[in-house]
């Protein structure tokens, strides 16, 4: 029922708002997913190509 009025709002169907908690969890996992994957130190993932993280030296 909270989600009723943003799926009226945007003027689409009322069944999505059963939808809207699925997705939510979803995207929570993927952001799980990618914040262990930061800290095992593996970067970012895209299309197949992996990027490093970029480590900056700073000289005195």
Same mark, same amino acid.
């Given at each position: +029922?909270?989600?009723?009025? $943003?799926? =009226?709002?945007?003027?689409?169907? #009322? %069944? *999505?708002?059963?939808? *809207?908690?699925? $997705?939510?969890? *979803?995207?929570?996992? +993927?952001? #799980?997913?990618?914040? =262990?994957?930061? %800290?095992?130190? !593996?970067?970012?993932? %895209? !299309?197949?190509?992996?990027?490093?993280? $970029? @480590?900056?030296? #700073? @000289?005195?």
């Amino acid at each position: +029922m909270a989600y009723v009025p $943003i799926v =009226r709002f945007y003027r689409c169907p #009322i %069944w *999505l708002s059963g939808c *809207l908690p699925t $997705i939510a969890f *979803l995207y929570t996992l +993927m952001t #799980i997913d990618s914040a =262990r994957r930061h %800290w095992q130190g !593996k970067g970012g993932a %895209w !299309k197949g190509r992996v990027y490093e993280e $970029i @480590k900056s030296e #700073i @000289k005195n």
